[in-house]
T-cell receptor, first 110, second 114 residues
Framework: SQQGEEDPQALSIQEGENATMNCSYK?????LQWYRQNSGRGLVHLIL?????REKHSGRLRVTLDTSKKSSSLLITASRAADTASYFC??????????FGKGTMLLVSP | GAVVSQHPSWVICKSGTSVKIECRSL??????MFWYRQFPKQSLMLMAT?????????EQGVEKDKFLINHASLTLSTLTVTSAHPEDSSFYIC??????????FGPGTRLLVL
């Protein structure tokens, strides 16, 4: 079953703008991860945030985690056309499996 | 580092044939490998978890006799879709895990059953 629910389902912005995607989940987690998928390709791991962390940065990516609200957000700053992809959150609950959300399709127009 | 390959990248087959998909971790030894299925514009659905040398653990609703998984070594897992039918057409993605937190994904295999 899918644990994560991303919103929005789709997001269209101009280059240079920031893109924010949100993810909500239902059960307690060990960590939450964000992945990116270009059309018809495999997934690329972007960032992992543990349950005892509140914020994490990696380049133009900023991830927050609010375990009290069971939600996370992914912010991509100064977006580029190459950022166009689908973005998925995935929760890790202590077993080895990941449970993926439905994803947000991001379109960045030049 | 942490590169995972899949072969073939896409395959077209006739209904009733069996198709084998390979997943390899190229530069690391993976304790666990995972197989996912993804329909167009949808999320990844975990099919099974595979540990080297032991039987795969299948998710509820996934037929183990239909989707045969073999994990012969720490760098290779195979998924065989037996007697494939058009409804098996999908994008199959494998991943490999070292520390069981981060999974490294292969590029996927697109299967079309005619």
């Amino acid at each position: 079953s899918q644990q994560g629910e991303e919103d929005p389902q789709a997001l269209s912005i101009q280059e240079g703008e920031n893109a924010t995607m949100n993810c909500s989940y239902k059960t307690s987690i060990n960590n939450l991860q964000w992945y990116r998928q270009n059309s018809g390709r495999g997934l690329v791991h972007l960032i992992l945030i543990r349950s005892n962390e509140r914020e994490k940065h990696s380049g133009r990516l900023r991830v927050t985690l609010d375990t009290s609200k069971k939600s996370s957000s992914l912010l991509i700053t100064a977006s580029r056309a190459a950022d166009t992809a689908s973005y998925f959150c995935a929760t890790h609950t202590g077993y080895s499996t990941l449970t993926f959300g439905k994803g947000t399709m991001l379109l960045v127009s030049p | 580092g942490a590169v995972v390959s899949q072969h073939p990248s896409w395959v077209i087959c006739k209904s009733g044939t069996s198709v084998k998909i390979e997943c390899r971790s190229l530069d690391f030894q993976a304790t666990t490998m995972f197989w996912y299925r993804q329909f167009p514009k949808q999320s990844l659905m975990l099919m099974a978890t595979s540990n080297e040398g032991s039987k795969a653990t299948y998710e509820q609703g996934v037929e183990k006799d239909k989707f045969l998984i073999n994990h012969a070594s720490l760098t290779l897992s195979t998924l065989t879709v037996t007697s494939a039918h058009p409804e098996d057409s999908s994008f199959y993605i494998c991943s490999a895990s070292i520390l069981e937190e981060t999974q490294y994904f292969g590029p996927g295999t697109r299967l079309l059953v005619l």
